[in-house]
């Protein structure tokens, strides 16, 4: 229930009267992964039981849930194929992406280092495998209606907690180069480029996706219960998430100013979940695979 309510807001901000959404096009991690991570060489895979158990026909796909993801229910809601299937996934072709394609891979961020922790397809190679995508598209279909396609399209983006929880706060690295502020500024700025960069490709309708209150994820809270804490979220984690979370909110404000004919919106998944995480109950059966960027965090 509170996923739908996220969605029904998302659709309300982004959709204009009269008009009609084509395809739906994905950029992530393991939050919007449709099966990618299968067929790359990395430990991190959801192909096997109990993931998809719930899922058409009870098949396990490489996606982090037990059923869907939220890109599969959006693209339902604009009247498209009930799931979005993944780009490298040999099962489909250029005719099935002609309405949807997932380039997500989980575990990766917005940095590349975070992509390197466990060999996963960074946010470049899921660009350029979007900008292979165009060319098939437009082979496909010539470019009169492949470009039709890539401008009224919608693209979902949902990505940034393995940043934090898999790279900054667990390896070296990046804490010798940037404290918690300096490292959510170089985020952002990456988060931009990338906008900047489909938006010149042909996108203009884009969902930026911001994190949950990630130290409530269940591998934090376990970790709070193991260190005497009684299970309790991690404050500080979620302190970082919401700051976060305003500056990507101001990024979008400023760049429906800047690109011309863009409508970018601020999906922030914050509030529901901390809703749901504080009374799950009002919100029947919540999967909390949702909630996590990796497998680790949904243990």
């Known amino acids: 229930m509170g996923f739908h309510i996220v969605f029904a807001m998302f659709i309300m901000q982004i959709y204009t009267t009269g008009a009609t959404v084509p395809a739906v096009i994905v950029f992530g991690d393991s939050s919007v992964d449709a099966g990618n991570n299968n067929h790359i060489q990395t430990v991190l895979k959801s192909n096997f039981r109990p993931y998809g158990r719930d ?29 979005v299937p993944a780009y490298l996934d040999p099962a489909y072709n250029i005719s099935d992406f002609a309405t949807g394609v997932c380039f997500a891979s989980a575990g990766t961020g917005y940095d590349n280092s975070t992509s390197d922790v466990l060999s996963v397809l960074p ?70 480029s990338f906008i900047k960069e489909i938006y010149g490709l042909g996108a203009r309708k884009v969902s930026l996706g911001g994190l949950p209150p990630m130290g409530c994820l269940p591998l934090e809270r376990t970790t709070s219960f193991m260190n005497g804490n009684g299970g309790t ?67």
């Open 233 to 299: 979220c991690n404050n500080e984690y979620n302190k970082v998430a919401m700051q976060f979370n305003g500056k990507l909110s101001g990024l979008v404000e400023r760049l429906n100013n800047e690109l011309v004919g863009s409508k970018i919106v601020f999906s922030n998944p914050y509030p529901i979940f901390e809703q749901i995480v504080q009374k799950p109950s009002s919100f029947g059966n919540v999967s909390f695979s949702l909630l996590s960027p990796i497998v680790p965090h949904s243990l």
């Open 55 to 83: 899922f058409f026909g009870g098949k396990a796909t490489g996606r982090f849930s037990n059923g869907r993801v939220p890109s599969d229910f959006i693209s339902e809601s604009f009247g498209l194929r009930p799931y």
């Open 123 to 192: 946010l470049w190679k899921e660009v350029e495998y979007y900008k292979e995508y165009q060319k098939k598209l437009r082979d496909h279909l010539g470019d009169q209606k492949a470009n039709n396609i890539i401008s009224e399209a919608v693209y979902l983006t949902s990505m940034g907690t393995n940043d934090f929880l898999e790279n900054y706060y667990t390896l070296p690295n990046r804490r010798s180069q940037y404290n918690i502020n300096q490292y959510q500024d170089y985020l952002v700025s990456i988060a931009e």
